[in-house]
């Protein structure tokens, strides 16, 4: 149950749907109980039909007009509630899509009688009139901002309601416990709950291990819709501004045959066989007596401490010196591939060679095993030989090679991952209160909690001022 009421908004709102670039078409759209009113008084159709009178999910050729004038050619689809996307009538008429043109037709809807969306209000209302879910609804913006292929899957699947589902499943199990402790207070003539805590504690511990195994997901489902946090280190001149290039795919960074040339800073996103690298091209490092330089190469070291990927760029031409062996013990046992570069060279260092002394680098001491050996790839940034080796690398190295989003679940939403923590704390509070004889009251107070936070993923326990904040991050007409 909502712990507060939210009274929907009844007024019927308008707003461009489409990018605000020239384009061939645009979308306006419009929703709430006066749109086909107000499309009527805008709208000239062939014998006068009028659009109220019109069946619903059904397209008609037109024209906009503003009294006499002439706006535009349009095809108008109408769909009637409940049956749409907000649940109420909504109209939305595509006209050609110049900026000035769908502005048009954004100010006479207004002008009609409709007042602009709010940002994201359209998916308010579908939440607000049950077609959607809170989590569903979150994914119609993850949607829109996806920018890998996993990150539009991993949507895909959300608004499709697995994360619904799975939730929904673990609250209603947590409500019949609830429900039982509750009635059999109520009622301790005729319903016993003589050992029932020994029943309980099996069936919560089930249910920790649902939650645990939701949130094991976290990091991956980050990665999935953030994308990888990458950062290029090595010496300076070993090639890594030319990798960087390479993997962009245009000239971004400044190469050229003198060391130490990238001093700051350089950031960029890439696609990667549907995977998102956000990569951060750093300063050569090394010691150096150069002020602004050994800003960079600290800076390379912070970014390096804190990635989800290190790139160590080696220059396979050149014998390897201390400044590549202090490296190596930098990204020792931490996420990284090293990339023997300038392969087109004649190379000194190989493999082997490469992968001894990043063992001898090692801080215990220890012998590394075979799982966790570091990964060594011949590349050549001149020739771009070797590129899919690392490609296929990443994907295997974070993902072991495929994400499949049929059955499994991800959790790319930080609110959703701080919601299954305090349920899986509540639920931790029920076993604690089990192992200390405690009285059965205080089980149902945890697990009611427990089933309030896994609530608020699905919007069934927020309230209005949470939910206006998450709505007001969407974009204009979504």
Aim: hydrophobic share 40%; with cysteine.
């Amino acid at each position: 149950m909502k712990t507060e009421v939210i009274v929907v908004k009844t007024q019927t709102i308008a707003a461009i749907s489409t990018a605000m670039s020239d384009s061939g078409i645009g979308i306006v759209r419009m929703s709430g109980g006066k749109a086909f009113m107000i499309a009527d008084r805008i709208y000239e159709g062939k014998n006068g039909k009028k659009l109220a009178a019109q069946k619903s999910h059904t397209i008609h050729y037109g024209y906009i007009k503003d009294g006499e004038e002439t706006i535009d050619e349009v095809l108008v689809m109408l769909m009637r509630g409940p049956h749409s996307y907000t649940g109420e009538d909504t109209v939305e008429v595509n006209c050609h899509g110049g900026v000035y043109l769908v502005r048009r037709v954004l100010e006479l809807m207004i002008k009609n009688g409709a007042r602009p969306a709010e940002p994201g209000e359209f998916t308010k209302r579908a939440f607000l009139n049950g077609r959607l879910d809170l989590s569903q609804a979150e994914a119609v913006g993850d949607l829109i901002a996806s920018q890998n292929e996993y990150a539009l899957k991993s949507s895909v699947s959300q608004l499709k309601g697995n994360v619904k589902s799975k939730i929904n499943d673990i609250r209603n199990k947590i409500i019949y416990h609830t429900a039982f402790i509750e009635t059999a207070l109520d009622d301790p003539e005729h319903i016993s709950v003589d050992g029932y805590g020994e029943e309980l504690r099996s069936a919560v511990n089930e249910l920790l291990l649902e939650i645990n195994k939701l949130l094991s997901t976290c990091d991956n489902g980050r990665i999935i819709k953030e994308g990888i946090k990458t950062v290029i280190v090595g010496r300076p001149n070993a090639g890594k501004s030319s990798l960087l290039n390479v993997l962009v795919g245009e000239e971004r960074a400044i190469v050229t045959e003198v060391a130490g040339t990238t001093r700051d800073i350089l950031e960029e996103h890439i696609n990667l066989q549907g995977i998102s690298l956000n990569i951060i091209d750093t300063a050569g490092i090394r010691e150096t007596d150069d002020i602004v330089e050994k800003i960079g190469v600290d800076k390379a070291k912070m970014y390096a401490d804190e990635a989800d990927l290190i790139l160590y760029v080696i220059d396979a031409s050149a014998p390897l010196d201390e400044n590549d062996r202090q490296i190596l013990k930098m990204i020792y046992g931490k996420p990284a591939i090293i990339l023997l570069n300038k392969t087109d060279l004649d190379m000194i260092i190989t493999k082997e060679k490469i992968k001894d002394v990043y063992n001898a680098s090692n801080p215990a001491n220890n012998n590394i095993s075979k799982s966790k050996e570091i990964q060594v790839i011949e590349v050549s940034a001149k020739n771009q030989n070797g590129i899919a080796d690392f490609e296929e690398a990443v994907k295997n190295m974070f993902f072991e090679g495929n994400l499949s989003f049929n059955d499994e679940i991800y959790i790319t939403n930080v609110r959703h991952k701080a919601a299954l923590q305090d349920a899986g704390g509540s639920l931790q509070k029920v076993i604690d209160s089990i192992d200390m004889g405690m009285p059965e009251d205080f089980y149902s107070i945890d697990l009611l909690d427990a089933y309030k936070s896994l609530g608020d993923i699905t919007g069934d326990t927020m309230g209005e001022d949470l939910i206006n904040e998450i709505f007001s991050k969407f974009c204009m007409g979504k």
